[in-house]
């Protein structure tokens, strides 16, 4: 089983819809869960992260952890067309090392 | 700020060769982390450097080995290039700490490798 399981897409929406993107993972000593935008061509940013359970909101994008069931969820709401990217879980362990998924292939389209 | 960077940009190499890769970090960062990112796939982690030291190390044959220098740039070598090395090479710097801490790692543009 991997640590980080992240369905590939793509996910097409229309401008303005509620987009929700989701992982789980396999270790629950993991503490820390972080939200990576990745730009055709360039390398991934760190969008946002949290630290164990619970919700975080920045702007338009809100995380979510859910330990009892090991799953990540990133909600990204009004999205635009400037949102079309690849998104990427990870989760981070020894030295800030950072495991990640997969990545969604997120397009949205005007 | 000019960020992590990144040389060369592309690199077309054939089976069998060697190929170095450079990165210099953020300014101010000490740490620098080595990631392939294979077509359609997540970065996995290659190995980390730390005070002219590999600190940790992933799932990755001996094949590929590395560098720090003093100034904290790095290098990643990868010998008898094999098709399957063909990858997007991405380095990430960060300001080391001891383990467990989030120590937010920031991305170069990467190195795209094909191996032919």
């Known amino acids: 089983q991997k640590e980080v399981e992240q369905d590939p897409g793509p996910l097409s929406v229309p401008e303005g819809a509620i987009v929700s993107l989701n992982c789980t993972y396999s270790?629950?000593?993991?503490?820390?869960f972080m939200w990576y935008r990745q730009y055709s061509r360039k390398g991934p940013e760190l969008l946002m992260y949290?630290?164990?359970?619970g919700n975080k909101e920045d702007g338009r994008f809100t995380a979510q952890v859910d330990k009892s069931s090991k799953y990540i969820s990133l909600f990204i709401r009004d999205s635009q067309p400037s949102d079309s990217a690849t998104y990427l879980c990870a989760v981070i362990s020894g030295y800030s090392t950072l495991t990640f998924g997969k990545g969604t292939m997120l397009l949205v389209s005007p | 700020d000019a960020g992590v960077t990144q040389s060369p940009t592309h690199l077309i190499k054939t089976r069998g060769q060697q190929v170095t890769l450079r990165c210099s970090p953020k300014s101010g960062h000490d740490t620098v982390s080595w990631y392939q990112q294979a077509l359609g796939q997540g970065p996995q982690f290659i190995f980390q450097y730390y005070e002219e030291e590999e600190r940790q190390r992933g799932n990755f044959p001996d094949r590929f080995s590395g560098h720090q220098f003093p100034n904290y740039s790095s290098e990643l070598n990868v010998n008898a290039l094999l098709l399957g090395d063909s990858a997007l090479y991405l380095c990430a710097s960060s300001l080391g700490a001891s383990g467990g801490a989030l120590n937010e790692q920031f991305f170069g543009p990467g190195t795209r490798l094909t191996v032919l």
């Open positions: 270790n629950s000593a993991f503490q820390y």
């Open positions: 949290t630290y164990s359970s």
